[in-house]
């Protein structure tokens, strides 16, 4: 379902992305473990290569929302910055729904830089990103790599 057909899209500021195998077993693990709830994080890395997944506390209450705290949010940038690392992804599961924004994400989404991760979790998990910009939504393929040694 895509909305705003006809329009010339902007170029993309991440065609790509890319996360190591491992690191995508992290996702899963991390969602799973706060199912029924949402997971969130951050990936952090280099010219679409996630290296790196903060994992985060989801603080709202109920079951089909995420937020990450400002001081936890703050804390995570100040440490990728300090690696030398730039703000790929905001990543959060959907436990129960498919793998794409919702109405409130899509609202919510202040990023346009960044690529929204979502990974939907159930018999046969799946992810995905999306850049959200001005609440047009746009599909960032993702490449999941294996990992290396
Ligand atoms: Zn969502």
């Not at 939907?120 to 001005?134: T, W």
Request: hydrophobic residues 35%; glycine residues 8%; proline residues 9%.
């Amino acid at each position: 379902m895509r909305q705003g057909s006809g329009a010339i899209a902007e170029p993309c500021h991440q065609p790509m992305l890319y996360i190591p195998s491992a690191l995508y077993k992290d996702l899963l693990d991390h969602g799973t473990r706060a199912s029924p709830k949402e997971a969130c994080g951050i990936l952090a890395g280099r010219q679409g290569r996630t290296t790196a997944f903060y994992p985060a506390v989801n603080v709202e209450e109920g079951h089909e929302k995420y937020s990450i705290s400002p001081q936890e949010l703050a804390r995570i940038l100040k440490d990728l910055e300090g690696k030398g690392l730039d703000l790929i992804g905001i990543f959060h599961s959907h436990p129960a729904t498919p793998a794409y924004p919702s109405v409130t994400d899509v609202e919510l989404a202040c990023y346009p830089d960044s690529a929204y991760v979502i990974l939907s979790l159930g018999d046969e998990p799946s992810i995905k990103a999306f850049s959200i910009r001005e609440g047009k939504v746009t599909d960032i393929p993702i490449t999941i790599e294996p990992s290396m040694g």
